[in-house]
């Protein structure tokens, strides 16, 4: 089992910034493919990004990348999403997931990942 934490969500005006963190605990979390997601009110779960184990490749959404940047610390069992210029657009709840198996196509799709944590909501409002 592996469990996620996510914190440093909250309120921000547009074009503001925010980084969002994960901790992981229960298993060696490089083995991970660490993902985030998110979902907006009334909307399906989307992808947000993704970074394979050992600071291997890295995947962004169209609609963030550019902006949003995502990093790990295996040190510190740690994944970070850097989020800049937001958007109200941007507004959502947003999932750390652990992905074990990391198949070569299953980076963005919410179905490859095994554990997922609470969520941390973020708000791009004025």
């Known amino acids: 089992q592996v469990q996620l934490v996510e914190s440093g969500g909250g309120l921000v005006q547009p074009g503001g910034s925010l980084r969002l963190s994960c901790v992981a605990s229960?298993?060696?979390?490089?083995?991970?493919?660490m993902g985030w997601f998110r979902q907006a009110p009334g909307k399906e779960r989307e992808f947000v990004a993704a970074?394979?184990?050992?600071?291997?490749?890295?995947y962004y959404a169209d609609s963030v990348k550019g902006r949003f940047t995502i990093s790990r610390d295996n040190a510190k069992n740690t994944v970070y999403l850097q989020m800049s210029s937001l958007k109200p657009e941007d507004t959502a709840v947003y999932y750390c997931?652990?992905?074990?198996?990391?198949?070569?196509?299953?980076?963005?799709?919410?179905?490859?990942?095994?554990?997922w944590g609470q969520g941390t909501r973020v708000t791009v409002s004025s």
């Open positions: 997931a652990a992905d074990y198996f990391a198949s070569s196509n299953g980076a963005t799709s919410t179905s490859s990942y095994e554990y």
């Open positions: 229960g298993r060696t979390f490089s083995n991970y493919r």
């Open positions: 970074i394979n184990r050992n600071y291997g490749r890295i």
